[in-house]
C-alpha cells in the first residue's frame, strides 16, 4: 500500500519505504496475478517490467486518477527485502527499484537486502520478535541490531537525532470509520486506528509517517504488537513525527453490518483490487480514508469526510 499512497497522492508525499513490497497495479486487478507474478513470480508469470509499471502509472495520471507522476521525481525510497522471505521472493522488489532507479538519482534510493532475513518488519523494539530468518506471525523479527524503522526513516527526512530511550508519547485509538467513504466494513477497514503523538507534538507543526501493516498484522490479528513494536514510536519521539497507523480488518465474504462480499482473510490493504477497479487510484476508499486521516493530523478542512 505504501507504493499506491505515494504514487497516489505524490504531489503530497516526499518518498516511501517499502519492506517486501512490489510495483504499482502489479496485480493488475487480479487475485492470480497477485500470488504469481508479485508474489512467487516465475519464467511464465514475471514480475512487472519498467515499461508496464510506466505505462500503468502514465495511464492512471491521463486519466486524472493519481497526482502527476512527474512530481515522483522529487521523492526518496527505502527498499527492504529478505534473502530468506518465504512470502515475497525478492525478485519483486527489484522489480520495484528498477522503477525508482528510473526517476531518481541513485542517493535518494536505498535497498537494503539481508540475506538471513525473513517475510517481516525488522525491529528492535518487540521484545517477543521472531527469529531473523522466520517468515510467521506476527512478522515483526529480530536481525542482530538492525533498525528498519529508524534506518527507513532516516534515508526519507534526513539526519535523525539519536532515538528515545522508551517512547513516552501518546498512543491514541481513534474511530477510524468517520473517515471511510461508505462504510468501512465494506472497504475492509476497522473501526478504530491509532496514531502516536510525540508530546513535543501536542501543539502542531510535526512531520508526518503513515506506517502501513502489512498482511495478518492487523490488531485483529496481533493486537498492538505493530502499533507498538514495528520501532517507529521511539524515532519519533526524538524527531518530532506524527505516525498514523491506519487498520484493515480481514474479511472472508460477508460480514456484519455490510451487504458487500469481500475476500480479505489475512487482513491485507488492497493492492489487487478487492474494493473496486480504482484500488490503487486516489478515488480507492482505503487510500481516500487515509488521505482524510493525514488531512485531520495536519488540522486542514479535507480531514472531515
Given amino acids: 500500500m505504501a507504493v499506491q499512497f505515494e504514487i497516489a497522492h505524490s ?4 518518498g516511501a519505504g517499502i519492506i517486501a513490497g512490489g510495483p504499482f497495479y502489479c496485480a493488475e486487478g487480479k487475485i492470480a496475478r497477485a500470488l504469481a507474478n508479485c508474489m512467487a513470480p516465475s519464467k511464465d508469470a514475471p514480475p512487472p517490467t519498467l515499461a508496464d509499471q510506466q505505462r500503468a502509472i502514465n495511464e492512471a495520471a491521463k486519466a486524472g486518477k493519481i497526482d502527476p507522476p512527474e512530481h515522483l521525481r522529487r521523492h526518496r525510497a527505502w527498499l527492504f527485502s529478505g534473502g530468506r522471505d518465504q512470502t515475497v521472493n525478492p525478485q519483486v522488489v527489484d522489480a ?26 525488522v525491529s528492535v523494539d518487540d521484545r517477543q520478535a521472531n527469529a531473523c530468518a522466520t517468515s510467521e506471525p506476527p512478522f515483526i523479527n529480530r536481525c ?16 535523525l537525532q539519536p532515538k528515545a530511550r522508551a517512547a513516552d508519547g501518546e498512543l491514541l485509538a481513534f474511530a477510524q470509520a468517520e473517515f471511510v467513504p461508505g462504510r468501512a466494513i465494506d472497504a475492509s477497514m476497522a473501526d478504530e486506528a491509532y496514531a502516536y503523538i510525540p508530546k513535543s507534538c501536542r501543539a502542531g ?63 491485507c490493504w488492497d493492492w489487487w483490487g478487492y474494493t473496486g477497479s480504482d ?6 476508499p482505503q487510500i ?13 478542512p479535507g480531514g472531515n469526510p
Avoid at 11 to 14: A, E, G, I
Avoid at 96 to 121: C, K, N, V, W
Avoid at 289 to 299: C, E, N, S
Fill in 96 to 121: 520495484l527499484h528498477a522503477f525508482y532507479a528510473s526517476l531518481l538519482p541513485g542517493t535518494a534510493i536505498r535497498r537494503e537486502q539481508l540475506a538471513d532475513a525473513g517475510h517481516a518488519m
Fill in 144 to 159: 542482530r541490531e538492525f533498525d528498519a524503522a529508524g534506518q527507513l526513516l532516516e534515508h526519507l527526512i534526513g539526519p
Fill in 205 to 267: 507543526g510535526c512531520r508526518i509517517h503513515v506506517a502501513f501493516h502489512g498482511c495478518r498484522q492487523t490488531t485483529k490479528d496481533i493486537g498492538r504488537r505493530f502499533v507498538e513494536g514495528a520501532g517507529y514510536n521511539a524515532w519519533a519521539d526524538s524527531n518530532r513525527i506524527a505516525v498514523l497507523y491506519p487498520q484493515i480488518v480481514p474479511r472472508s465474504g460477508p460480514a456484519l453490518g455490510s451487504w458487500k462480499v469481500v475476500m480479505n482473510p489475512k487482513g
Fill in 279 to 284: 484500488y490503487q487510484t486516489r478515488e480507492a
Fill in 288 to 300: 481516500k480514508a487515509v488521505r482524510r486521516m493525514i488531512d485531520r493530523l495536519q488540522g486542514k
Fill in 11 to 14: 504531489r503530497t508525499v516526499k
